[in-house]
């Protein structure tokens, strides 16, 4: 075999070396179609497994949540267009509840859906106004209209009993 | 499509069935929307048996001799 023809061997081998270097590495072994659909299938499992500790809270929140009925005030004292301030469900949770020019009782927990800061009731407006960061809510429904906040304000609702209004039940998510 | 190629997509199909879940139990739990939860879990639990059905239809037929 001449000098050339075993050059040429010499550098076939190296590139076939250079082959199974490549098939030695880790991430050709760990790293591939097999190995992909295992994992895909494992975080199938866990996110599915994810959502149970929100049944089980759910479930144990309701064992434990009784339907409040509070009274908020004597209709005589709220006139048409004024507002008061109150507490639902817990005192921790500081409400307003409007009377509107349509005469209509209506209730929401008044803490901006934006960054918990107290809502006003605009009586001219008739909107409901949180005045950090200008967040306008309708004041018949609780959506937003305006500004930053996205999410309505939770109703609570409410019952006419006897010329006294009732605080009965929250809905967070509404309409 | 024969079965093992079905058992290989339909676990992506879970996969994005399950997170579409947690985002809605989430969503749920914190609106206090009781029977958005309970619904995301129930979804969310057959889809992971399905899941799991599929990803075992696979592997038989994967490493088959």
């Known amino acids: ?175 | 499509m024969d079965k093992k190629r079905a058992a290989f997509f339909s676990i992506f199909l879970f996969l994005a069935v399950n997170v579409f879940a947690l985002s809605n139990a989430i969503e749920g739990y914190y609106g206090h929307e009781d029977g958005r939860v309970y619904g995301a879990v129930t979804v969310a639990l057959i889809s992971t048996l399905l899941a799991t059905v599929a990803f075992f239809i696979w592997k038989k037929a994967e490493y088959k001799k």
């Open chain 1, 1 to 175: 075999m001449s000098d050339d023809k075993k050059q040429t061997h010499h550098e076939d081998d190296k590139d076939m070396i250079k082959l199974i270097d490549n098939l030695n590495r880790k991430d050709d072994v760990h790293l591939n179609r097999r190995a992909f659909l295992k994992a895909s299938f494992g975080a199938t499992v866990a996110i599915g497994l994810a959502t149970t500790p929100f049944g089980i809270f759910t479930f144990l929140r309701d064992e434990n949540g009784e339907v409040k009925r509070v009274e908020v005030t004597d209709i005589d004292d709220l006139a048409i267009g004024e507002s008061r301030n109150f507490n639902y469900p817990t005192k921790n949770e500081p409400a307003i509840l409007v009377r509107t020019p349509d005469d209509k009782f209506v209730a929401y927990n008044n803490k901006c859906t934006h960054l918990q800061c107290p809502v006003f009731y605009e009586h001219k407006e008739n909107v409901l106004l949180c005045p950090c960061h200008k967040g306008y809510f309708n004041v018949d429904s609780g959506q937003p209209m305006a500004g930053p906040p996205q999410r309505e304000l939770p109703k609570i609702l409410l019952e006419i009993k006897d010329g006294k209004v009732y605080a009965v039940g929250r809905e967070i998510r509404h309409g």
